[in-house]
């Protein structure tokens, strides 16, 4: 797009294509930063043959083939989905609830509500621990039936089983192992980590779909004969679709982006905690920097597929 | 319509339950019978460690799930959670701390971890020795000498070299596990670094090139390994502890890059804890 284009209509003046050009290279100079970092990974990949005697392509390939690289993709789709369909079953109520009623101390409900987004994700995860070693967590372990364990578990094991051809023979790897109730250390607490750092976002979406409906709307409705709850399912909800949507695509992104709170909680286990993040940690770990660089490829490919794929569903706006 | 609604709606509820049911049982009957043993483990040594993790399973069926951090983060998390089956930080000052606060009853020393000097590929800066690293201009990395064990040894290697106060300056970054600093050397961020003999094996000579330390400023540290007092399966816990000492999983340990092996006597002793 040229400067012109976007001239004020009285304009055309010289100063003000300047001005609009100006504000155009800020933008320019950004994309292009941003675009250069991301296209550092395939640089770095493309030079592998120099710094590790290996072509790219074949590491690149080798790592869209690995059954780990397999299992961490399956495990973080999986996880972030359950996460994100979770955060929008208690962020639709809770937000609407937000938007339409008059809170006691609603400064502190802010504040609480607003924390997980700006505290670092680490603090989640450590918080997790420690909450799980209190009377309250050891609560929550006996109470949790050892049947939903089981359940998500052999769910869990169905869907992420990778045979895997290890120091000689054939293994399956990527079971989930009955662990008993406790949700420390855990493929379950992957669900839980990400909740608690996704959710806040989920709320804050949604509700600012709800803060551009009118109340109008549904008091039409009421006077029309439509039950609170009937306003609620057919006006207010299907008005709110765009928000909804967008909170779900940010709860989505945000947990599978998440790292430190699984690190801290569900520890860095291969082949059990291993989600894509927590891969690229231990690739890392590993030495192997170029396989790291391989996994960072195909997050980036996912995450812009997730965008292009939110973009369609004409979520817009509420976003950011 | 209402009522055909709520028909599948329950539909869907009943399908979703009896699918879990029906996972729980598959889920069951794989996983029946079998042990799991949950290690906290140095970052560091994944490649070794994983290799006896899966060689022990081949022969006894029991699964061993590591935890991989750096050493200094371990006993944090530990001291959090309460939960694992057996303890393997890089060095005994955290055992130490480990048995000090009595998660550990007993551990013993199956390997030993030896700094070496790390550089980057080709030796651009010409780097011969570790005194080297007092010359200006140098960018040295380090593990962070409070959190990672090689940090620690690191900052010993330098004091016995009599270079820590020129060194100091030259520090450029402080790696919270051993392989951040390493991959730093990798990538070009600094020209040496300090790191265990089996963290330069993880690299081709393409990547980095080693240099030994004289057997006067090199430091030798002890690997112990100990089953945890809240071990759900203490006896398996012990089993493996013995295994990591075994000649069998020194070959492994040698394989992976572990310079110093320990003498079989000394990996059958059994090092009692006690407030120390």
């Not at chain 1, 949790?144 to 290890?166: D, K, M, Y």
């Not at chain 2, 030896?114 to 200006?136: F, Y």
Request: aromatic share 10%; glycine share 8%; charged share 15%.
């Amino acid at each position: 797009m040229t400067a012109s284009a976007v001239t004020s209509p009285e304009g055309g003046d010289a100063g003000n294509r300047l001005f609009s050009a100006l504000l155009i290279s800020f933008l320019i100079f950004f994309l292009a930063a941003s675009a250069l970092l991301l296209l550092s990974n395939v640089w770095y990949l493309a030079i592998a043959r120099e710094t590790i005697g290996k072509s790219g392509w074949a590491l690149f390939v080798a790592s869209l083939r690995s059954p780990e690289t397999h299992f961490a993709v399956k495990l973080s789709v999986v996880s972030a989905a359950v996460t994100a369909v979770l955060c929008m079953i208690i962020a639709i109520p809770a937000a609407y609830s937000l938007s339409r009623f008059r809170f006691p101390f609603s400064g502190v409900v802010d504040t609480l509500l607003d924390l997980p987004i700006v505290l670092p994700p680490p603090v989640i995860g450590l918080s997790l621990l420690i909450l799980f070693r209190t009377p309250a967590g050891h609560f929550v372990n006996h109470i949790t039936p050892q049947w939903l364990v089981s359940g998500i578990n052999g769910f869990l094991s169905l869907i992420l089983r990778e045979r895997v051809f290890e120091y000689g023979r054939w293994v399956v790897q990527g079971e989930i192992w009955d662990d008993g109730t406790n949700w420390a250390y855990t493929v379950r607490g992957i669900i839980l980590a990400q909740f608690f750092a996704a959710c806040a976002f989920g709320v804050r979406a949604v509700k600012a779909g709800f803060d551009t409906i009118g109340v109008r709307h549904e008091e039409v409705a009421r006077t029309l004969g439509c039950t609170r709850r009937q306003a609620f399912f057919k006006v207010v909800l299907p008005m709110a679709r765009n928000g909804i949507v967008a909170g779900a695509v940010l709860t989505w992104a945000r947990a599978i982006a998440e790292f430190g709170p699984i690190l801290f909680f569900c520890g860095a286990t291969p082949w059990k905690t291993e989600v894509m993040p927590i891969s690229m940690f231990l690739l890392n770990s590993a030495g192997t920097v170029e396989s790291a660089t391989a996994l960072v490829i195909i997050m980036i490919l996912i995450s812009a597929l997730t965008l292009l794929t939110f973009k369609r569903l004409g979520g817009r706006g509420y976003m950011w | 319509m209402s009522v055909r609604r709520t028909v599948i709606i329950t539909l869907i509820c009943l399908a979703i339950t009896v699918g879990l049911l029906w996972a729980a049982r598959a889920g069951n009957a794989a996983t029946r019978n079998q042990v799991v043993l949950m290690a906290h483990a140095g970052a560091g040594i994944r490649p070794a460690l994983d290799e006896l993790g899966a060689l022990y399973r081949q022969k006894t069926g029991v699964k061993i799930e590591y935890n991989y951090k750096g050493s200094g983060c371990l006993l944090a998390d530990v001291c959090a959670s309460q939960k694992g089956d057996v303890y393997m930080p890089g060095e005994l000052y955290y055992m130490q701390q480990a048995v000090d606060r009595e998660f550990v009853q007993s551990y013993r020393v199956v390997t030993n971890l030896t700094t070496v000097l790390i550089v980057q590929a080709g030796n651009p800066k010409h780097i011969k020795g570790i005194k080297d690293l007092a010359k200006a201009g140098m960018r040295v990395g380090i593990g962070e000498p409070e959190v990672v064990a090689v940090g620690r040894a690191a900052r010993e290697v330098l004091t016995r070299a009599g270079v820590w106060k020129q060194v100091e300056k030259h520090i450029a970054m402080t790696g919270q596990n051993v392989t951040e600093v390493s991959n730093a050397v990798k990538l070009g961020h600094l020209d040496a670094a300090i790191v265990w003999d089996a963290t330069a094996a993880l690299y081709t000579t393409r990547e980095v090139l080693t240099i030994q330390i004289p057997s006067s400023y090199r430091v030798v540290s002890a690997v112990p390994v100990g089953a945890m007092k809240f071990s759900r399966n203490p006896k398996e816990a012990e089993q493996y502890v013995t295994f990591l000492a075994s000649d069998e999983a020194a070959k492994v340990f040698a394989k992976h890059g572990f310079s110093t092996p320990v003498p079989p006597k000394q990996r059958g002793r059994v090092i009692k804890g006690g407030k120390g």
